[in-house]
């Protein structure tokens, strides 16, 4: 139980520490590197506290329940190979940390670089740990989001937003693809859960959906891992801060396609489709990567470039297959993390020390800062696999890999020569990198003078560099134990144990290896003076950039030929889309009523009392000359459209739900209130619109009356049909027989709305809250139309002393009603329970008493007097309401379980006090806060409007004045 | 009764409707409150009429629910009123933004010749 606690909170420390960082201010530089650290130092302890488990070969399992029926459940799964694949993550992570500290500016806001760093470590770690294989999608989703925020990160430059952009549709496309294989293994196996998967890789190799379930598995571990035709998304991705650079895009998330390569070599795996396609890919990526390399002149791209040709190494080995192939792989892997990171590490020093990152600037800088130059030419030539360093050992690897005999295919016997190849050409670049960053003349021309960096930055570097010399001398009893309980995890306990050593005699890949490096000095020579005056690219291939073809692709599939295709079928016109709604309802209905519909033979019919049809023949009339004045007299259509809400609301009252009617009437009022403040800023419509008048406008005022009237009449006479048939029994009765019961209150609605189903109301307040805000937001920035600037003609007629005067004896009544508002309300809100009433009712009531007095009297004049702060009153009430549903977790009840019970209190009597009650004081609060919210934004609008008229005026005088 | 109420209904749902369709905004706004109104009145006669005996239980003792109004679409059109109060709000603030953005109250922030 223990084990799984601690795997659990080894899989979500990470985001745990990712939402904690964003709450640090602006500046707290220190603190969120040490937060950062310390969550990935705890991390790695638990994964040490592991290490005897994992030697035995056992692995740790952790299970959430989240959906079964769906057998989606959030496991975590830790083995030998995740073991030390996270340890990686971590380690790196660790120095990482500490590097981006001294590298990033003071003026990043290093918090949330900090909580992205984070946000993407646990991401990572979620794929490493999935022990279900949709969840791993799920994480490897969140992996391409959060490394699209880092590239991003400097978000001002172009050149970061626009490798982000190409970055994250690359690998999302890639996402959709394994997310579609993944499914399609779940159907193949009947499971998702990783262990079960793994174990039915014959299953799956027999199954006719192999091949497609192959392909769209590759599509999503090359496009991570920057496979060819897909590489060219992490050239790009290098506007990224260079700490990002170090950690995501060379030692550890683009290692999560040849992770999942290898994860799924038994399952998917050894079958020469396999072998065609990851080796095939994997080779071609190596080669073209090296060469390209050569020719960059930004060092981080050459880095990038190389970077890419040693995932196209790993996801080549691979393909390969078998156990020393894969031992191979997860020791590159490792190897290439240490050398690579510290490689970007020191790019990152020498851009920030030299300003510049270009190789046609740069040289000399041994002389400058001799101890990092001593640190990267170590650590370039582990990158060419010289001897006695940790490239070497993979590399050597690799080799007898390739000359190792596969299937006798032409690929196969090729693979010793590509491998040549590609190896000079990695030496060839590696000597590129070395001589003409340190060694040459002094440049004199740049932007910093150049000088060692601090210490915090280098230490990374150092210790990197130190794990490459140790591997390399000592490989076997550093990290070959765990290389092969790696191994044995992928493969299986059958899988041979193997032996790393230095010197393996004269042999085949030693030679290979002396071949390539004579080759790759000569490449070098052969090349150096050219290539600085040359274009960023092999000659002649670099017309042919992937980037390009991909740009316009991109452009032709976000831009052009969606609004090629949005000319042809839609519009941006409102009307039209209206009319296809309705039409569209329409024809629904119809179609689903067709042949069906029938009106009862014995209907349900109450005799009219005379009273209702005078009311409704009002509420139409009411209606009907709304519809007709709401173009040219928008006051009196807002008049008569309040008609037709009383006429409902003593509908509601008529036919017994007094809570509705006393609902609707509050809201009816705020509603008209809230209008009329807005007509204030709608300009009147002086002239009458010459067009209207003419046949086309009437033509098409007549077909929308024809689409109203069918629409009119379908929903009278389905509600008509609904409403005479006899009721049958429904919910609504197990409601009204356990309100009381299960609920502790006597009025049903209201028991409804706070107890059986407050769970639905908790939502809806959420939107009202939603909505407010967003209210308020757009009120923030609003700019009135020119027309209505200008104070109202009426008050410009009326003198300062009638305006004093206006409406004086109203005005004193209203403020009076304060405090009967305020007692009406809470007569509302406690009877609720029992009796018609309730926290919507009261909310607006009260929300009423506060604008009954900004009527009665001016903004000014309120403000002064009451202090509303109508947004706490919107947060404490969703505080409140979920404070109560929470309440019920403590007891051991689902979410917003509700307790009831009556409480006898002196002289008052029975009182109800249920839970639910507390939350029906959270609705209150928070409907209050969201009217009085709305309300004030807009008469607010007055004030900000004198104040424009002042400073404009202002203006005026000033301009006058000059 | 019942007749009454289907046929308000139909011409409230007529004049939202109809208004949904015009070009001024101002318009659409009336369309959509006189819609939740229609609206709110369909669902609510989803429960049937029942005159006189609101859902208020006696405490204690057998019920009886045949007698009492459906409580259900009430519930549901409660919270759909002040829904519909926050919708319009939002709408409102809406059309004066463009109205003030852009000169014109028709809907689509330009005349109908403009375009």
């Given at each position: 139980?223990?084990?799984q606690?601690?795997?659990?909170?080894l899989?979500?420390?990470?985001?745990?520490?990712?939402?904690?960082?964003?709450?640090?201010?602006?500046?707290?530089?220190?603190?969120?590197?040490?937060?950062?650290?310390?969550?990935?130092?705890?991390?790695?302890?638990?994964l040490?506290?592991?290490?005897?488990l994992?030697?035995?070969?056992?692995?740790?399992r952790?299970n959430?329940?989240?959906?079964?029926?769906?057998?989606?459940?959030i496991?975590?799964?830790?083995?030998?190979?995740?073991?030390?694949?996270?340890?990686l993550?971590?380690c790196?992570?660790?120095l990482?940390?500490?590097?981006?500290?001294?590298?990033?500016?003071?003026?990043?806001?290093?918090?949330?670089f900090?909580?992205?760093?984070?946000?993407?470590?646990?991401?990572m770690?979620?794929?490493l740990?999935?022990?279900?294989?949709?969840?791993?999608?799920?994480?490897?989703?969140?992996t391409?989001?959060?490394s699209?925020?880092?590239?991003?990160?400097?978000?001002?430059?172009?050149?970061?937003?626009?490798?982000?952009?190409?970055?994250l549709l690359?690998?999302a496309?890639?996402?959709?693809?394994?997310l579609?294989?993944?499914l399609l293994?779940?159907?193949?196996?009947?499971?998702?859960?990783?262990?079960q998967v793994l174990?039915?890789?014959?299953?799956?190799?027999?199954h006719?959906?192999y091949?497609?379930?192959?392909?769209?598995?590759?599509?999503?571990?090359?496009?991570?891992?920057?496979?060819f035709?897909?590489?060219?998304?992490?050239?790009?991705?290098?506007?990224?801060?260079?700490p990002?650079?170090a950690?995501?895009?060379?030692a550890?998330?683009?290692?999560?396609?040849?992770?999942?390569?290898i994860?799924f070599?038994?399952?998917l795996g050894?079958?020469?489709?396999?072998f065609?396609i990851?080796?095939?890919?994997?080779?071609?990526t190596l080669?073209?990567?090296a060469?390209?390399?050569?020719?960059?002149?930004?060092?981080k791209?050459?880095?990038?470039y190389?970077?890419?040709?040693?995932?196209g190494l790993?996801?080549a080995l691979a393909?390969?297959?078998?156990?020393?192939?894969?031992?191979?792989?997860?020791?590159h892997?490792?190897?290439?993390?240490a050398?690579?990171?510290?490689?970007?590490?020191?790019?990152?020093?020498?851009?920030?020390e030299?300003?510049t990152?270009?190789?046609r600037?740069?040289?000399?800088?041994?002389r400058?800062?001799?101890?990092?130059a001593?640190?990267?030419?170590?650590?370039?030539?582990?990158?060419?696999?010289?001897p006695?360093?940790?490239?070497f050992?993979s590399?050597?690897?690799?080799?007898?890999?390739?000359?190792?005999?596969?299937?006798?295919?032409w690929?196969?016997?090729?693979?010793p020569y590509?491998?040549?190849?590609?190896g000079?050409f990695?030496v060839?670049y590696?000597?590129?990198?070395?001589?003409?960053?340190?060694?040459?003349?002094?440049?004199?021309?740049?932007?910093?003078t150049?000088?060692?960096?601090?210490?915090?930055?280098?230490l990374?570097?150092?210790?990197?560099?130190?794990v490459?010399?140790?591997?390399?001398i000592?490989?076997?009893?550093?990290i070959?134990?765990?290389?092969?309980?790696?191994t044995?995890?992928?493969?299986g306990?059958g899988?041979p144990?193997v032996h790393?050593?230095?010197?393996?005699?004269?042999?085949?890949?030693?030679?290979?290896s002396?071949?390539?490096?004579?080759?790759?000095?000569?490449?070098?020579?052969?090349?150096a003076?050219s290539?600085?005056?040359?274009?960023?690219?092999p000659p002649?291939?670099h017309?042919?950039?992937?980037?390009?073809?991909?740009?316009?692709?991109?452009?032709?599939?976000?831009w052009?030929?969606?609004?090629?295709?949005?000319?042809?079928?839609?519009?941006?016109?409102?009307?039209?889309?209206?009319?296809?709604?309705?039409?569209?309802?329409?024809?629904?209905?119809?179609?689903?009523?067709?042949?069906?519909?029938?009106?009862?033979?014995?209907?349900?019919?109450?005799?009219?009392p005379?009273?209702f049809l005078?009311?409704?023949?009002?509420?139409?009339?009411?209606?009907m000359?709304?519809?007709w004045?709401?173009?040219?007299?928008?006051?009196?259509?807002?008049?008569?459209?309040?008609?037709?809400g009383?006429?409902t609301?003593?509908?509601?009252?008529?036919?017994?739900?007094?809570?509705?009617?006393?609902?609707?009437?509050?809201?009816?009022?705020?509603?008209?209130?809230l209008?009329?403040?807005?007509?204030?800023w709608?300009?009147?419509?002086?002239e009458?619109?010459a067009?209207?008048k003419?046949?086309?406008?009437?033509?098409?005022?007549?077909r929308?009356?024809?689409?109203?009237?069918?629409?009119?009449?379908g929903i009278?006479?389905?509600?008509?049909?609904?409403?005479?048939?006899?009721?049958?029994?429904?919910?609504?009765?197990w409601?009204?027989?356990?309100?009381?019961?299960?609920?502790?209150?006597?009025?049903?609605?209201?028991?409804?709305?706070?107890d059986?189903?407050?769970?639905?109301?908790?939502g809806?307040?959420?939107?009202?809250?939603?909505?407010?805000?967003?209210?308020?937001?757009?009120l923030?920035?609003?700019?009135?139309s020119?027309?209505?600037?200008?104070?109202?003609a009426?008050?410009?007629q009326?003198?300062?002393?009638?305006?004093?005067?206006?409406?004086y004896?109203?005005?004193?009544?209203m403020?009076?009603?304060?405090?009967?508002?305020?007692?009406?309300?809470?007569?509302?809100?406690?009877?609720?329970?029992?009796?018609?009433?309730?926290?919507?009712?009261?909310?607006?009531?009260?929300?009423?008493?506060?604008l009954?007095q900004y009527?009665?009297?001016?903004?000014?004049?309120?403000?002064?007097?009451?202090?509303?702060?109508p947004?706490?009153?919107?947060?404490?009430?969703?505080?409140?309401?979920?404070?109560?549903?929470?309440?019920?977790?403590?007891?051991?009840?689902?979410?917003?379980?509700?307790?009831a019970q009556y409480?006898?209190?002196?002289?008052?009597?029975?009182?109800p006090?249920?839970?639910a009650?507390?939350?029906d004081?959270g609705v209150?609060a928070?409907?209050?806060?969201?009217?009085?919210?709305?309300?004030?934004?807009?008469?607010?609008?007055?004030?900000?409007?004198?104040?424009?008229?002042?400073?404009?005026?202002?203006k005026?005088?000033?301009?006058?004045a000059? | 009764?019942e007749?009454?109420?289907?046929?308000?209904?139909?011409v409230?749902?007529?004049?939202?409707?109809w208004?949904?369709?015009r070009?001024?905004?101002?318009?659409?706004?009336?369309?959509l409150?006189l819609?939740?109104?229609a609206?709110?009145?369909?669902?609510?006669?989803?429960?049937?009429?029942?005159?006189?005996?609101?859902?208020?239980?006696?405490?204690?003792?057998?019920?009886?629910?045949?007698?009492?109004?459906?409580?259900l679409?009430?519930?549901?059109?409660l919270?759909?009123?002040?829904?519909?109060?926050?919708?319009t709000?939002l709408?409102?603030?809406?059309?004066?933004?463009?109205r003030?953005l852009?000169?014109?109250?028709?809907?689509?922030?330009?005349?109908?010749?403009?375009?």
């Amino acid at each position: 139980m223990a084990e799984q606690n601690l795997l659990t909170i080894l899989a979500l420390a990470p985001f745990a520490a990712s939402l904690l960082l964003l709450t640090y201010p602006h500046n707290a530089l220190r603190a969120a590197a040490w937060t950062s650290g310390l969550t990935l130092t705890a991390g790695l302890l638990i994964l040490l506290g592991f290490r005897d488990l994992i030697q035995s070969g056992e692995s740790v399992r952790a299970n959430i329940q989240w959906i079964p029926s769906l057998q989606l459940n959030i496991s975590f799964r830790l083995d030998g190979f995740s073991w030390l694949f996270a340890a990686l993550v971590l380690c790196i992570g660790i120095l990482v940390v500490i590097y981006a500290r001294s590298y990033m500016d003071g003026q990043d806001r290093m918090p949330r670089f900090y909580a992205l760093l984070m946000a993407f470590t646990g991401a990572m770690q979620g794929i490493l740990l999935s022990g279900n294989i949709l969840i791993l999608v799920v994480f490897w989703e969140l992996t391409s989001i959060v490394s699209f925020l880092l590239i991003g990160f400097w978000h001002q430059s172009a050149a970061a937003r626009d490798g982000a952009r190409t970055a994250l549709l690359i690998t999302a496309l890639g996402g959709l693809g394994l997310l579609l294989s993944m499914l399609l293994i779940g159907y193949i196996v009947g499971s998702y859960d990783l262990e079960q998967v793994l174990a039915s890789g014959d299953v799956i190799r027999s199954h006719h959906l192999y091949e497609v379930t192959l392909v769209l598995f590759l599509l999503g571990a090359f496009t991570k891992s920057a496979q060819f035709p897909f590489h060219f998304w992490l050239p790009g991705a290098m506007a990224a801060p260079t700490p990002v650079s170090a950690y995501l895009h060379s030692a550890t998330m683009v290692k999560a396609g040849v992770f999942l390569l290898i994860r799924f070599e038994p399952a998917l795996g050894r079958t020469p489709e396999w072998f065609y396609i990851v080796a095939g890919v994997g080779m071609l990526t190596l080669l073209t990567g090296a060469v390209i390399s050569l020719f960059r002149h930004d060092l981080k791209g050459l880095l990038a470039y190389s970077t890419i040709s040693h995932l196209g190494l790993i996801t080549a080995l691979a393909g390969f297959g078998g156990p020393a192939a894969i031992f191979a792989a997860i020791f590159h892997i490792c190897n290439h993390a240490a050398f690579k990171a510290s490689l970007f590490m020191t790019a990152g020093i020498i851009d920030h020390e030299t300003g510049t990152r270009d190789m046609r600037k740069l040289g000399g800088l041994i002389r400058v800062m001799p101890v990092t130059a001593v640190l990267a030419i170590v650590a370039t030539a582990a990158m060419a696999g010289l001897p006695l360093l940790n490239g070497f050992l993979s590399k050597e690897m690799f080799f007898a890999e390739a000359v190792e005999w596969h299937d006798g295919t032409w690929l196969d016997d090729a693979l010793p020569y590509l491998a040549v190849v590609a190896g000079a050409f990695s030496v060839a670049y590696s000597w590129r990198l070395i001589v003409t960053v340190f060694f040459g003349p002094t440049p004199t021309d740049l932007p910093k003078t150049p000088h060692e960096p601090p210490n915090a930055m280098r230490l990374p570097v150092a210790f990197l560099v130190a794990v490459c010399v140790i591997v390399g001398i000592l490989p076997a009893i550093t990290i070959e134990p765990a290389l092969n309980i790696a191994t044995r995890a992928v493969i299986g306990p059958g899988a041979p144990a193997v032996h790393i050593a230095i010197w393996h005699g004269i042999n085949g890949p030693l030679l290979m290896s002396v071949i390539a490096i004579l080759v790759g000095t000569y490449l070098f020579l052969a090349t150096a003076r050219s290539i600085p005056f040359g274009p960023e690219g092999p000659p002649i291939f670099h017309h042919l950039r992937a980037a390009k073809i991909y740009d316009w692709l991109e452009l032709q599939f976000s831009w052009r030929w969606p609004r090629a295709i949005f000319k042809r079928i839609s519009t941006e016109q409102l009307q039209p889309q209206l009319r296809v709604l309705v039409l569209t309802a329409l024809l629904f209905a119809v179609a689903s009523l067709w042949g069906s519909f029938n009106i009862s033979n014995t209907p349900r019919l109450h005799q009219p009392p005379p009273a209702f049809l005078l009311m409704w023949t009002v509420g139409a009339a009411c209606a009907m000359f709304a519809a007709w004045q709401a173009k040219y007299h928008r006051f009196a259509a807002l008049v008569s459209l309040g008609g037709a809400g009383l006429i409902t609301c003593l509908t509601f009252a008529w036919l017994s739900a007094p809570d509705l009617a006393v609902t609707q009437l509050l809201v009816e009022v705020v509603t008209t209130v809230l209008l009329l403040l807005g007509l204030r800023w709608l300009p009147k419509r002086r002239e009458e619109i010459a067009e209207d008048k003419l046949l086309p406008a009437k033509i098409r005022r007549f077909r929308d009356f024809i689409i109203a009237l069918a629409g009119g009449t379908g929903i009278a006479v389905l509600a008509y049909a609904i409403m005479t048939r006899p009721l049958v029994i429904n919910i609504g009765d197990w409601f009204l027989g356990n309100a009381y019961y299960e609920g502790g209150g006597t009025n049903v609605v209201n028991v409804i709305l706070v107890d059986f189903r407050a769970f639905d109301t908790y939502g809806e307040i959420c939107v009202l809250a939603i909505v407010a805000l967003t209210v308020y937001a757009l009120l923030r920035r609003f700019r009135p139309s020119a027309e209505s600037v200008e104070t109202p003609a009426q008050q410009m007629q009326t003198s300062a002393q009638n305006a004093t005067d206006y409406l004086y004896v109203p005005s004193v009544i209203m403020l009076w009603m304060f405090p009967v508002l305020i007692l009406v309300s809470a007569y509302f809100f406690f009877r609720g329970h029992d009796l018609p009433g309730g926290g919507f009712a009261a909310g607006v009531t009260m929300a009423i008493a506060f604008l009954v007095q900004y009527l009665a009297t001016n903004v000014r004049w309120v403000e002064a007097r009451i202090t509303v702060l109508p947004i706490r009153w919107m947060g404490f009430g969703l505080l409140i309401a979920t404070a109560t549903g929470l309440g019920a977790w403590i007891f051991g009840y689902p979410f917003l379980t509700a307790y009831a019970q009556y409480v006898h209190l002196p002289v008052i009597g029975q009182v109800p006090a249920a839970t639910a009650m507390l939350f029906d004081l959270g609705v209150f609060a928070l409907v209050m806060g969201a009217t009085v919210l709305m309300l004030v934004a807009i008469a607010h609008q007055s004030l900000r409007a004198n104040r424009l008229r002042e400073i404009e005026e202002e203006k005026a005088d000033k301009k006058e004045a000059a | 009764m019942e007749l009454i109420l289907s046929i308000a209904i139909g011409v409230l749902a007529t004049s939202g409707i109809w208004l949904l369709l015009r070009p001024r905004s101002f318009q659409v706004i009336v369309g959509l409150c006189l819609l939740s109104y229609a609206v709110n009145l369909f669902i609510f006669s989803m429960g049937r009429l029942t005159p006189g005996r609101p859902a208020i239980m006696p405490k204690g003792g057998f019920v009886d629910p045949t007698i009492y109004a459906d409580p259900l679409p009430q519930a549901l059109v409660l919270t759909a009123i002040v829904i519909s109060f926050a919708t319009t709000a939002l709408f409102l603030v809406v059309l004066l933004a463009s109205r003030g953005l852009t000169g014109t109250d028709h809907v689509d922030g330009k005349e109908r010749d403009q375009s």
